[in-house]
């Protein structure tokens, strides 16, 4: 099992905003970052630290973090957002990286 | 353009080794670390580790362990990883990824922002 949890699905109505979340211990401690996976491509990296976009990432994309628990948000969710988003952060001991179990967005 | 090329798809009998290549362009390949991550059919994505393309230094996934080595090749800017003594369940997707740090000396953390287009490995008898 992983050490980062995310909900395996979420659905969000077009234009609807929408929180994915990730929970772990490590997140106390460390910054998470998000990335967007569609099928049959590479991942994409959308947020990273504390609420960063990389060039190209619209603005309705932003992240947080609470506690144990970092979060992906999406306002006005677009029909191209659905995809699979995985969470990303050092693990426990610090020392290494671990994935999330990732969650499947659809927009209905 | 900043870019990872991987190398293609291969397919090998359990027991054999395996290396993956990716080779970097468009940034100063030294100034960043690659991860090698991978995804088996179906499921999420597994982080296998990263290297230093600065000083060689390598950080690996536990239960990877003593199966995998990671290198690289400066002049090249060629990244590899080679997974040893391969199994059913190493059949997978496998990305490289450049690898970026930023924070402080206390709660630094890692990012990946630029991907290879991935590298399909089948383990088959």
């Known amino acids: 099992s992983s050490e980062l949890t995310q909900d395996p699905a979420v659905s969000v109505a077009l234009g609807q905003t929408v929180r994915i979340t990730c929970q772990g211990d490590s997140l106390r401690n460390y910054y998470a970052n998000w990335y967007r996976q569609k099928p049959g491509q590479a991942p994409v990296l959308v947020i990273y630290?504390?609420?960063n976009r990389p060039s190209g990432i619209p603005d309705r994309f932003s992240g947080s973090s609470s506690g144990n628990t970092a979060s992906l948000t999406i306002t006005g969710a677009q029909a191209e957002d659905e995809a699979d988003y995985y969470c990303n952060s050092r693990d426990s001991s610090g020392i290494h990286l671990a994935f999330g179990g990732g969650t499947k967005l659809t927009v209905l | 353009q900043v870019q990872l090329v991987q190398s293609g798809a291969e397919v090998k009998k359990p027991g054999a080794s395996v290396r993956v290549s990716c080779k970097a362009s468009?940034?100063?390949?030294?100034?960043?670390?690659i991860s090698w991550v991978r995804q088996a059919p179906g499921q999420g994505l597994e982080w296998m580790g990263w290297i230093s393309a600065y000083n060689g230094n390598t950080n690996y996934a536990q239960k990877l362990q003593g199966r995998v080595t990671m290198t690289t090749d400066t002049p090249t800017s060629t990244a590899y990883m080679e997974l040893r003594s391969l199994r059913s369940d190493d059949t997978a997707i496998y990305y490289c990824a450049r690898t970026a740090v930023a924070g402080d000396q206390i709660d630094y953390y890692y990012y990946m922002d630029v991907w290879g287009k991935g590298t399909t490995v089948t383990v088959s008898s």
């Open positions: 468009g940034y100063t390949f030294t100034s960043y670390r």
């Open positions: 630290g504390k609420n």
